[in-house]
């Protein structure tokens, strides 16, 4: 069985700064993708960025960006020039590249409450 | 573009009561389909994946139970509410073949 650990249950960042969210997973698979999902007050789930880990090279989509540490197990978020809505909840994911039911089922950490201060 | 729809938004029901929450997606054929619940301070736990119609696989033991009667279609149900099925209940999809989940806007439901 998989496990995704977020270290920090809550983090704040003033706005146009840089943060940077922590995850570290475990798992015995070789194959696998990682996600970062947000959920805002709304909480309505957004993905915000995968990774899938056969590729060495980190994800990016706009002000968002990964560090993908595949030995040590580790995914972290950074999030560019922080904007106020920008605050949410924020959580890791995992899933591995093949489930035999043939579904593909999501492992998600405990998430990190991120504030943006003005 | 697929679109997921949850029916309703909020639900305050008694304990012993029965339930039913509907999630119903557009745009997009034979999906797979996934029940997650959040409660309060916590990340999301699957409670049900379906591949098609009338498939359901449960994750978790419990009082819930899922159906699939169409292929748009998965339904959450209880014939007995208890005070800790409250919580956030999100429906989401895949594609086949497509690892990516997109989720619904969630039933908010409250168990006195």
């Known amino acids: 069985a998989q496990t995704v650990t977020q270290s920090q249950p809550e983090m704040s960042v003033q706005e146009a700064e840089t943060v940077t969210l922590s995850c570290t997973y475990d798992t015995s698979e070789s194959n696998y993708y990682l996600f970062w999902y947000k959920q805002p007050p709304s909480r309505q789930m957004i993905l915000v960025i995968r990774q899938e880990a056969y590729k060495q090279q980190n994800a990016t989509e706009n002000r968002f960006s990964v560090n993908f540490q595949k030995a040590a197990k580790s995914f972290s978020l950074k999030i560019s020039d922080s904007q106020l809505g920008d605050t949410a909840m924020y959580f890791c994911?995992?899933?591995?590249?093949?489930?035999?039911?043939?579904?593909?089922?999501?492992?998600f950490g405990k998430g990190t409450k991120l504030s943006v201060i003005p | 573009s697929q679109t997921i729809h949850q029916w309703p938004a909020t639900l305050v029901q008694p304990v012993g009561s029965p339930l039913s929450l509907e999630c119903t997606v557009e745009?997009?054929?034979?999906?797979?389909l996934y029940w997650y619940r959040q409660a309060a301070g916590r990340g999301l736990q699957l409670l049900f994946y379906s591949v098609g119609i009338g498939q359901i696989s449960s994750e978790v033991p419990q009082n819930l139970s899922a159906s699939r009667p169409q292929d748009r279609q998965f339904i959450l149900s209880s014939k007995k509410l208890l005070l800790s099925d409250s919580g956030f209940y999100l429906c989401a999809l895949s594609g086949t073949g497509v690892n990516e989940q997109f989720f619904g806007p969630g039933t908010r439901l409250t168990v006195l």
């Open positions: 745009g997009t054929s034979n999906p797979n």
């Open positions: 994911a995992f899933m591995a590249a093949y489930s035999g039911a043939g579904s593909y089922q999501l492992t």
